[in-house]
């Protein structure tokens, strides 16, 4: 199968035009980091640009058939694992 990973740094502040998204679809700020490695995460495992799975699918898009995805976290970095079944 094929696999991705996206991390980040939990505690870092959410950037400006990214947060005011997130708040439109009226999501509690702290989860950010984690929809944000998940979208990151499934848009590496499907071979999706970025950009175009934020368009598509958005940052709280179910992962698709097949794919399985799970976080991890190591203090201060969280980190998004995807598996897509071959």
Partial sequence: GRHAVD???VDQPVPEHL??????LGRPGGSFWHA???AEALAKVT???LLT????A???ADAPVGVQVWHVRLGDLLMCCARAES
């Fill in 58 to 60: 958005g940052l709280d």
């Fill in 47 to 49: 071979g999706t640009p």
């Fill in 7 to 9: 991390a980040e740094l």
């Fill in 19 to 24: 947060g005011r998204q997130w708040a439109r």
């Fill in 36 to 38: 944000w490695t998940r």
């Fill in 53 to 56: 799975w934020l368009r598509t």
